[in-house]
């Protein structure tokens, strides 16, 4: 029974000595890998904004070269407050 026990805490020794090698040479290792992933995802997300937002910028420079009626037509009324013959504007100061 004694060398049970001897045995046990033997294996329980090497264990907590192989975990405390691990953490200590490859953890740093570990939370850099992790650190990578975690970086990963959120450039991949950025890259995904960034390139939704390139084609919705593409297709707009589409219709200003192409001179597109419509898109002309709401260019002008919002930057240069234009209104059509039957329409009245109305501008309201912000607080």
């Not at 990963?40 to 960034?50: A, E």
Request: aromatic content about 10%; proline content about 1%.
């Amino acid at each position: 029974m004694n060398q049970l026990i001897m045995r046990n805490k033997k294996l329980l020794l090497l264990c907590l000595a192989g975990v405390i090698a691990f953490v200590w040479f490859l953890g740093s290792s570990f939370r850099n890998l992790i650190h990578n992933k975690m970086e990963y995802k959120r450039l991949t997300k950025l890259s995904q904004q960034l390139d939704h937002e390139y084609q919705i910028l593409e297709d707009r420079k589409a219709r200003l070269e192409k001179q597109d009626p419509a898109t002309m037509e709401r260019l002008a009324r919002v930057k240069y407050h234009m209104s059509g013959n039957s329409e009245t504007e109305f501008r309201f100061k912000h607080k």
